[in-house]
């Protein structure tokens, strides 16, 4: 079991920047591929961007390439989100998910792949 807990969302106005967190407990987060997926109320979730165990490998949606940035500390036992140039429309709850592999560079986008979720993190942009 991994615990998954994310911070870092709050209100900005358009053009800004956010940089969100999520720092696991229980395990050590270097045995699991990464991954944010945002929601919209009464929408699906929507991948946003993924990592490799050891962090060689990300991927992104369209909507957010060139403008966010995941990253992670396994350290730290976290992974980031520095998300810039920021719309109204990345507007969402943002959640991270862990997903247990062997793989030290796989990458997984679709959220039936990941087993462990945190509570999410609102991110509200203002035009």
């Known amino acids: 079991q991994v615990q998954l807990v994310e911070s870092g969302g709050g209100l900005v106005q358009a053009g800004g920047s956010l940089r969100l967190s999520c720092a696991a407990s229980?395990?050590?987060?270097?045995?699991?591929?990464m991954a944010w997926f945002r929601q919209l109320p009464g929408l699906e979730r929507e991948f946003v961007g993924a990592?490799?165990?050891?962090?060689?490998?990300?991927s992104y949606s369209d909507s957010v390439k060139g403008r966010f940035t995941i990253s992670r500390d396994n350290a730290k036992n976290t992974v980031y989100l520095q998300m810039n140039s920021l719309k109204p429309e990345d507007t969402a709850v943002y959640y991270c998910?862990?997903?247990?592999?062997?793989?030290?560079?796989?990458?997984?986008?679709?959220?039936?792949?990941?087993?462990?979720w945190g509570q999410g993190t609102q991110v509200t942009v203002s035009s």
């Open positions: 998910a862990a997903k247990a592999t062997g793989s030290f560079w796989g990458l997984y986008s679709r959220s039936n792949d990941y087993a462990y």
């Open positions: 990592i490799s165990r050891d962090g060689g490998s990300v």
């Open positions: 229980g395990r050590t987060l270097s045995t699991f591929a």
